[in-house]
């Protein structure tokens, strides 16, 4: 994209909607989005025991808990939550229905914003309210987490919305 831009990362167990907890969600999805354009760019399957191998299939998530991310309880030393980040790089804002207070506080530690949504919503939804955000003078926060083409955050002053 030669405009300034975000790239943002949706919780999805459906790949048509957000629909899923961020420890929970089968997969999620990336897209990068300027005012006029969206581009799908990725999708990360993973499963309770972390990411799945390319073309992971769908299996069953069975006990799954919101709670799970707060430590690694079957000793083997795999962190699901340091994972799931890992895979936020170079995003400038997460959307999901859910996720814990060490989640959020994690995700913004690695600059990316976290948006709880109240219930579930098509994606191409998602994608056209942060187009209309972007396009009539964008908020504050939302100013904060833009990109340049090359991906580094868009200072302030550079930005010409």
């Given at each position: 994209?030669?405009t300034?831009?975000?790239?943002?990362?949706?919780?999805?167990?459906?790949?048509?909607?957000?629909?899923?907890?961020?420890?929970?969600?089968?997969?999620?999805?990336?897209?990068?989005?300027?005012?006029?354009?969206?581009?799908?760019?990725?999708?990360?399957?993973?499963?309770?025991?972390?990411?799945?191998?390319?073309?992971?299939?769908?299996?069953?998530?069975?006990?799954?808990c919101?709670?799970?991310?707060?430590?690694?309880?079957?000793?083997?030393?795999?962190?699901?939550?340091?994972?799931?980040?890992?895979?936020?790089?170079?995003c400038?804002?997460?959307?999901?229905?859910?996720?814990?207070?060490?989640?959020?506080?994690?995700?913004?530690?690695?600059?990316?914003?976290?948006?709880?949504?109240?219930?579930?919503r098509?994606?191409?939804?998602?994608?056209?309210?942060?187009?209309?955000?972007?396009?009539?003078?964008?908020?504050?926060?939302?100013?904060?987490?833009?990109?340049?083409?090359?991906?580094?955050?868009?200072p302030?002053?550079?930005?010409?919305?």
């Open positions: 994209m030669d300034p831009h975000l790239r943002i990362a949706v919780t999805t167990n459906s790949l048509i909607k957000l629909d899923a907890n961020f420890v929970t969600a089968r997969q999620m999805v990336f897209y990068d989005i300027n005012r006029d354009e969206a581009d799908f760019i990725d999708v990360i399957p993973f499963s309770k025991s972390g990411r799945r191998p390319p073309g992971g299939g769908m299996g069953r998530l069975t006990g799954t919101v709670m799970d991310d707060m430590e690694d309880d079957d000793g083997t030393g795999h962190d699901p939550l340091t994972e799931r980040i890992d895979s936020l790089k170079g400038s804002i997460l959307f999901t229905l859910g996720m814990s207070d060490l989640a959020a506080v994690r995700i913004h530690e690695n600059q990316i914003f976290p948006v709880k949504s109240e219930r579930v098509d994606i191409d939804e998602v994608v056209t309210s942060v187009q209309r955000l972007m396009g009539s003078g964008a908020p504050l926060w939302l100013r904060r987490v833009m990109r340049a083409p090359d991906g580094n955050r868009l302030l002053d550079d930005q010409e919305l």
